[in-house]
């Protein structure tokens, strides 16, 4: 062919057409729920290789421990009667640091807006523009 080549671009995220890996089956029905929401996402974005299966699965079973501890303080109610009086439910102590757990990881992941890939500032600052503070 004569003449100038067309200038490649490359696609990013676009270049993994296989399916999300399957669900482990020793996870909670809570976790596999959540691994079947992100893994097509994380897949389709070509960051769901063998070095980040343990990450999400980590991720799966922290977002799944913050669902039933959840469920179980709407059944029994978010404080609980001791010898010493009201306490909060144990589950709640569970789920904070679920939640902590599963916020750290999904940013491992970049499943947070400010970590995915292309999602900055479009002038290359950090978005706090003088005139914002101003």
Do not use: F, N
């Not at 079947?36 to 980040?52: I, N, T, Y």
């Not at 970590?115 to 600052?125: F, L, S, V, W, Y």
Request: charged fraction near 25%; glycine fraction near 10%.
């Amino acid at each position: 062919m004569k003449g100038r080549k067309p200038a490649l671009k490359l696609i990013v995220g676009c270049h993994a057409p296989l399916k999300a890996p399957s669900v482990p089956s020793w996870l909670t029905d809570h976790a596999k729920a959540e691994w079947r929401r992100v893994a097509p996402v994380l897949k389709s974005r070509g960051v769901l290789g063998a070095d980040m299966m343990a990450t999400l699965e980590s991720y799966c079973i922290a977002a799944g421990q913050v669902r039933e501890a959840e469920e179980t303080m709407q059944r029994e109610g978010r404080t609980v009667e001791t010898a010493q009086g009201v306490k909060a439910h144990p589950a709640w102590r569970i789920q904070a640091g679920a939640m902590r757990e599963a916020r750290l990881l999904a940013a491992e992941l970049g499943l947070t807006p400010h970590r995915r890939p292309g999602e900055t500032a479009k002038d290359g600052g950090d978005g706090w523009d003088a005139d914002l503070l101003a």
